[in-house]
């Protein structure tokens, strides 16, 4: 019974980082961080706003709204792609052992 919890787990880790890397581009754009920039009217539009304002009338260089456009427009580094990757399958695995 070890081994089938084990192999479910080791499962649910690899489904969990494949698909967490997979959805990110996805989720990206339909908040509205797109290949072609912020959409307008989007929440990505309202966020990008909210920050600007709050930082005086631009968008900080290395902000969370930065970083997502640059994502969005880019596609998702190495790095990043590594970072969601151990984070949906970590998540992925820790649900599978509860369950």
Not at 30 to 52: D, L, P
Not at 57 to 73: N, Q
Request: charged fraction near 0%; glycine fraction near 20%; proline fraction near 2%.
């Amino acid at each position: 019974m070890v081994l089938g919890t084990g192999l479910l787990t080791a499962g649910a880790a690899a489904l969990g980082a494949t698909g967490t890397v997979v959805a990110a581009p996805i989720v990206l754009g339909a908040i509205g961080f797109t290949s072609a920039g912020v959409a307008a009217g989007s929440w990505a539009a309202s966020w990008m706003s909210a920050t600007a304002v709050a930082a005086g009338g631009s968008v900080p260089a290395g902000s969370a709204v930065a970083v997502l456009t640059s994502a969005g427009m880019g596609g998702l580094g190495a790095t990043v792609s590594a970072a969601l990757a151990g984070t949906g399958g970590a998540i992925a695995a820790g649900l599978a052992a509860i369950l």
